[in-house]
């Protein structure tokens, strides 16, 4: 079943959310009916110039039937939900109507209208799990986080397998940009396009993300969160081969057909194995917030295995990490909130799994930023002192990398106005200088490694 959602947020702004996978313009404003209704395919629909959401579970047909009743040029309120409840008497379909004016909630079931400040239709067991994750004062972002909790759940049959939230705003309901659906931009010219594209697509445009690869023996692509594959071939009788409902392995099964080849890694054991990697691809082209999206739900799951959760609380807290160090310059408190995310995911880590380099040294950068942003100098030498420890702790692990060897020296020269008096203050410049030294052996290039040995050598004479 499906299951959609409708609650106020503490501005009192209407928040909706659903499970259903959407066809719709990329301007979001949704046709007034569909012949995708008749389908199914189509749970929530804008009317009334975007002031109205309406949102239905159960017989598609009923509430197709319905909403052809509805006059669309001179919208009424009032009718239509005397029209709906007319439509709910069969107690085979639900609805519930949202007004981004008044900011009103109706639910219809059985005959029966009431406006309360919640309300949910579709699949009970998901909503009992979409309640036990939001609090009386969650927001959208919550709702969302909860909702996705329920699409992940093998339990819970989930008709479209996509988070779809709208929101009130200015008398209007508007969808969140981010769930925006692929479209291509104009057209290719095949004769300049590379061989292989990466899986990372315009993360301004679009959601779906995708793969494609191509050369004389045709183009494949590969819609990810679709999980639709196309492969184009040179023209004959049939020139496009169409499969849905495949993941990426069954896809480059079918290219081999055809000699091609997607540019992606193939030898994930299962489908949340690949989305790490799909992530890590993410992660890796700078694109932190989509990364996010994508596995923090695999943080939290109960049904990973301990591989995905470490892989993706240790990507989760980069992302939070490089956000913090963006930020900074823009909003501290913002940067603050990113760098703590970090230092406690990578804290996690550090509890449940054996000791990791790469966690220890990313968690004594982001202790390193804490440590420059705060103003209170206690807990600034409390953030140094830790990024020490790690930095340490991460040396143990792995003693010819430089970066710690530089970062360590970066912390403990903040910490030298710290110094209780002139032969710790000696001491301390000596660890710099070795540091130092070290992180320029293993790379002479590390120009800040270059900078603080010069710097703590002119304050030593």
Known sequence: MSLIFA??????????????????????????????????????????????????????????DAFDKIEHQTFDLEKTVHILSQSSLSTNTDYIVCHAGDNLIYRISCGQVSQPDFAYIGDFDGYQILTRNIQNTSGLNDLEEAMNVVILDANVESVGGFCISAISDVGKFRYLKKHYFSQFKGRIKLSTTPVQIPI???????????????????????????????????????????LSGIDLKQFGLALRKYSLTLPIQMDATNDEELL????????????????????????????????????????????YKELGIETEAKCQISAVEYLE???????????????????????????????????????????????????????????????????RAAAN?????????QYEFAQLIKKIVL??????????NLQIAASLKMNVLSIRV
């Open 7 to 64: 609650k106020k947020d503490e501005t009192g702004n209407v928040c909706i959310v659903s499970d259903t996978r959407l066809n719709y313009q990329a301007s979001r404003e949704l046709p007034t009916h569909s012949d995708y209704q008749k389908n199914g395919g189509l749970k929530l629909f804008l009317v009334d110039s975007r002031r109205v959401a309406i949102a239905f579970a159960g017989c598609s047909a009923e509430a197709q």
């Open 200 to 242: 990372v697509s315009n993360a301004v445009n679009d959601t779906y993300s995708y793969a494609w690869t191509g050369d004389e023996n045709g183009f494949g692509f590969f819609f990810y969160e679709a999980k639709l594959g196309l492969i184009y071939l040179p023209l004959t009788i049939r020139p496009v081969e169409v």
């Open 276 to 319: 790490i990697d799909f992530a890590y691809e993410l992660y890796k082209s700078s694109q932190y917030v989509r990364c996010i999206d994508k596995v923090k739900f695999l943080a939290y799951s109960v049904k990973v295995n301990p591989k995905v959760y470490f892989q993706a609380n240790y990507l989760l807290s980069c992302c």
């Open 341 to 407: 995310r970090a230092v406690h995911g990578f804290e996690q880590l550090t509890v449940n799994y054996e000791p990791d380099f790469n966690v220890l040294a990313n968690k004594g950068i982001a202790l390193n930023y804490l440590g420059y942003i705060q103003d209170d100098l206690l807990v600034k030498k409390t953030r140094f002192d830790n990024a020490v420890h790690d930095f340490t702790l991460a040396l143990e692990l792995d003693s010819k990398q430089a970066l710690p060897y530089q970062n």
């Open 413 to 421: 020269y903040e910490l030298l106005r710290f110094c209780q008096n």
């Open 435 to 444: 540091d130092c030294d070290l992180a320029l052996t293993l790379e002479p």
